[in-house]
Nanobody, 131 residues
Framework: LVRLVESGGGSVQAGGSLTLSCTAS????????TGWFRQSPGKEREGVAF????????FYADSVKGRFAISRDNAKNTLTLQMNNLKPEDTALYYC????????????????????????WGQGTQVTVST
């Protein structure tokens, strides 16, 4: 069982920065994809940024490219999302997610969704960006 615990959400004015963290426990394989999704009221959950466990592959949604950076500290089993130049449209509940078992890196792309279903998900952390 993979457990994910997020922290770091909050409220910030447009143009500000926030750092989200996700601490994982329970992975039994060293190869998996992990990343961040977000969901706003009335909208579908969307992928924000993904990374393969060893950092060999990363993906960013077009809406966050150049502003967000994903990284993973394997020694600490911690996933980080650095969010800069935040915009009001970034307001959402942000979820950390991970594959539960081994998957090869080629699956860690823009179509990735945690596997096997339902995958592992954190509880979510709120990010609110005001004008």
């Amino acid at each position: 069982l993979v457990r994910l615990v997020e922290s770091g959400g909050g409220s910030v004015q447009a143009g500000g920065s926030l750092t989200l963290s996700c601490t994982a426990s329970g992975h039994t394989d060293s190869g998996f994809c992990t990343g961040w999704f977000r969901q706003s009221p009335g909208k579908e959950r969307e992928g924000v940024a993904f990374t393969y466990a060893d950092g060999s592959r990363t993906f960013y949604a077009d809406s966050v490219k150049g502003r967000f950076a994903i990284s993973r500290d394997n020694a600490k089993n911690t996933l980080t999302l650095q969010m800069n130049n935040l915009k009001p449209e970034d307001t959402a509940l942000y979820y950390c997610a991970s594959d539960t078992y081994y998957r090869p890196p080629e699956f860690c792309d823009g179509d990735w969704y945690p596997s096997p279903p339902p995958g592992s998900w954190g509880q979510g952390t709120q990010v609110t960006v005001s004008t």
